[in-house]
């Protein structure tokens, strides 16, 4: 079975513009996460969504926006991009809302270079 | 708001030589508890997780951690590490906020384990 999948593998930006990460879940997970891992930190949490529903947010400002599709993919915007945006971002995908009795699978992540 | 703290940043240990990476957490409620490890050129994967019952859990490859809830704490052991354990460690707190569980990772600890 195909893991999490996350596109692009990398993006370069430029300060003040918009981006659109994607991530794919496990078929059959309906729960998706996503995370901002700056260099020499751990994953910081964004938000959660299940069944199309935000189910979670982290302490990010409203320029980071998500949405889940019918599919259970899902696309994390990021507008006004400022420098310190620069981070690996995660995608994990798990079986229903309650993780925490069901693991999250992680993605290879979307590397962002805002310049 | 909680957090999660990883005491060591890097640590170097020889083959066959006994770890433990501690973890502790500021959080007053009922929490799950997590340690995840990212391989060289891997994702992140689940190496074990604590619910309820018996503090001491048993994940992959033979690591084990121990929550000790007066200390807030829930540190990683692995009785004689091999050459392969080398890798990223992270823990992280799942937590019950407002009606939503928001998930803390600390900011990890780098193994490396001489052959």
């Known amino acids: 079975d195909a893991g999490v999948t996350q596109s692009p593998t990398h993006l370069i930006k430029t300060r003040g513009q918009h981006v659109t990460l994607r991530c794919s879940p496990i078929s059959g997970h309906k729960s998706v996460s996503w995370y901002q891992q700056v260099l020499g930190q751990g994953p910081q949490f964004i938000f959660q969504y299940y069944e199309k529903e935000e189910r979670g947010r982290g302490n990010f400002p409203d320029r980071f926006s998500a949405r889940q599709f019918p599919n259970y993919s899902s696309e994390l915007n990021v507008n006004a991009l400022l420098l310190g945006d620069s981070a690996l971002y995660l995608c994990?995908?798990?079986?229903?809302?309650?993780?925490?009795?069901?693991?999250?699978?992680f993605g290879p992540g979307t590397r962002l270079t805002v310049t | 708001a909680q957090s999660v703290s990883q005491h060591n940043h890097h640590v170097i240990l020889s083959e066959a030589a006994s770890l433990e990476l501690g973890c502790n957490y500021s959080y007053g409620g009922t929490v799950n508890l997590f340690w995840y490890v990212q391989y060289p050129g891997q994702h992140l994967q689940l190496l074990l997780k604590?619910?309820?019952?018996?503090?001491l859990v048993k994940g992959i490859k033979g690591f084990e951690a121990e929550f000790i809830k007066s200390k807030f704490s829930f540190n990683l052991r692995k009785p004689s590490v091999q050459w392969s354990d080398t890798a990223e460690y992270f823990c992280a707190v799942n937590a019950r906020t407002g009606g939503s569980y928001i998930p803390t990772f600390g900011r990890g600890t780098s193994l490396i384990v001489h052959p």
């Open positions: 604590y619910f309820s019952g018996d503090p």
């Open positions: 994990a995908s798990s079986l229903d809302q309650v993780w925490q009795l069901h693991e999250q699978y």
